[in-house]
């Protein structure tokens, strides 16, 4: 059993998208291999207009990656010296972001509004930092209380949708368009490598902001554009997207059941996602529960320095949609091996 795909809605070989790829390369005769910031025909667009309405942001720019975008944003809307306050937890590409634009950057304990609002008394209005849906714990971000805070304080949000969009919200439009506050976040970025199941990253801004980027981040300046036909498969799979509410409420109900399950069994688990992960310690007990649940034939993605702080390592499942409950008894069952072979 393979946990390590981000593929939560088991759609990387679906039928529709796969025609479309193949379509698109027999079709296209000539790829335009350079930035985007040549690419002036509407129709180089299509998908960024498509990606804007889905999640009702007003422009959408594509890059390369999630890494990408969230430095390349983080890069062209900040001052020097800018205050950050970003989740301890955060995707380290908005670390790198705040990194590169030499903001005065603040970590707030996860989740924590408490201490975000303490930080943002102390150092004044800045932007905020976090994921919806955070990669390694499966947690989810406060985003109201979160929103609310901004609007006391006049900060800016940056929002990481990578493990939300396509799982969460209206036909798949996101945590933040679940929770009504599209028009309340400033900006949205994704990494179209997880529910998208392909590559690619994007920005979702305001339109003023939006047209300014590709010609000052320097990410967009130094990389070129996505080719024609990774643009079709984009396409293609965002119409899956939509229309796959059934994918999403299976993801829902399997990823209760596995997390459920191992809670019963004694597991800290802090997971409110389809992302649930295992608390493993150091890198010693790491490897060995590591390779006691491959001898069981089931594999997670093991998280350890830098991704998590020094000796509090993860193994992290991916639930998917087409996880069965059969697959999830074996897990448990594994799971529960494992907790006893440890502690004798």
Same mark, same amino acid.
């Given at each position: ?125 800045? !932007?905020? $930092?976090? #994921?919806? %849906? ?6 989810? /971000? ?5 929103? &609310?805070? +901004? ?27 679940? !929770?009504? $506050?599209? #028009?309340? %976040? ?6 179209? /490598? ?5 590559? &690619?990253? +994007? ?142």
């Amino acid at each position: 059993m393979l946990l390590q795909s981000n593929d939560y809605l088991a759609i990387s070989n679906h039928d529709h998208i796969r025609e479309a790829y193949i379509e698109s390369l027999s079709n296209n005769k000539k790829d335009i291999v350079m930035s985007a910031i040549f690419l002036h025909k509407e129709d180089d667009h299509s998908f960024e207009h498509q990606l804007a309405s889905y999640t009702g942001f007003e422009h959408c720019i594509l890059s390369q990656s999630g890494w990408a975008a969230n430095v390349g944003l983080i890069q062209t809307i900040l001052p020097v010296n800018t205050p950050v306050y970003i989740d301890f937890f955060a995707h380290m590409s908005l670390w790198e972001g705040a990194r590169v634009a030499e903001a005065q950057i603040h970590s707030f304990l996860h989740n924590n509004i408490r201490h975000l609002e303490k930080l943002i008394k102390r150092n004044g209005p800045g !932007l905020i $930092l976090v #994921d919806s %849906v955070y990669s390694t714990l499966g947690t989810v /971000a406060p985003l109201t209380e979160i929103v &609310a805070l +901004a609007k006391d304080y006049g900060c800016a949000i940056l929002v990481d949708e990578s493990h939300s969009l396509g799982t969460h919200g209206p036909k798949g439009a996101g945590l933040v368009a679940e !929770l009504g $506050l599209t #028009d309340d %976040v400033d900006f949205i970025t994704v990494s179209l /490598a997880k529910a998208f199941a392909y590559r &690619a990253g +994007a920005i979702l801004c305001s339109h003023k902001i939006g047209q300014a980027l590709p010609f000052v981040a320097r990410p967009a300046i130094f990389s070129s554009a996505l080719l024609p036909h990774e643009i079709a498969v984009l396409e293609a799979t965002l119409n899956v997207i939509k229309n796959s509410d059934d994918r999403r409420s299976r993801l829902v109900e399997q990823a209760d059941k596995l997390r459920h399950g191992l809670i019963q069994l004694g597991f800290n688990i802090q997971s409110q996602s389809q992302i649930i992960a295992l608390e493993t310690g150091n890198e010693e007990n790491t490897e060995i529960m590591r390779d006691h649940l491959e001898n069981m034939n089931i594999f997670g993605s093991v998280f350890c320095a830098p991704a998590t702080p020094k000796n509090k390592n993860l193994i992290r499942f991916s639930v998917n949609s087409e996880l069965t409950d059969q697959e999830i008894e074996a897990i448990l069952q594994a799971c529960y091996l494992m907790k006893i072979e440890l502690a004798s």
